[in-house]
């Protein structure tokens, strides 16, 4: 069974970093664009940042650009987001999905569990 598999979630004050790490088991997704999407409560889940397959390029949502970095490194099977200056409304549930191509709406075909982020004010 393919699963993606989150990581790096965490509790931070406001301004600080953390590091997301997004690694499949049961197959590779080389071939695959990535992308982490949120979920805060009581709110829809929306998207945050995508990345082709070959790594060159990224999108954004425009609430993380210049604060949010996304990678990946296709030789460990892994994908990254880096979050810097972490606001409040950060605060989500963090998921990685998978996806032939690279899409801003939640239509991707594989899904991770997801990893809690919760800023503090």
């Known amino acids: 069974q393919v699963q993606l598999v989150e990581s790096g979630g965490g509790l931070v004050q406001a301004g600080g970093s953390l590091r997301l790490s997004c690694a499949p088991s049961g197959r590779t997704f080389n071939s695959y664009a990535m992308a982490w999407f949120r979920q805060a409560p009581g709110k829809e889940r929306e998207f945050v940042a995508a990345i082709s397959w070959i790594g060159g390029t990224t999108y954004y949502a425009d609430s993380v650009k210049g604060r949010f970095t996304i990678s990946r490194d296709n030789a460990n099977n892994t994908v990254y987001l880096r979050m810097n200056s972490l606001e409040p409304e950060d605060t989500a549930v963090y998921y990685c999905?998978?996806?032939?191509?690279?899409?801003?709406?939640?239509?991707?075909?594989?899904w991770g569990q997801g990893t809690q982020v919760t800023v503090s004010s």
């Open positions: 999905a998978a996806n032939r191509v690279a899409l801003t709406t939640p239509r991707y075909d594989y």
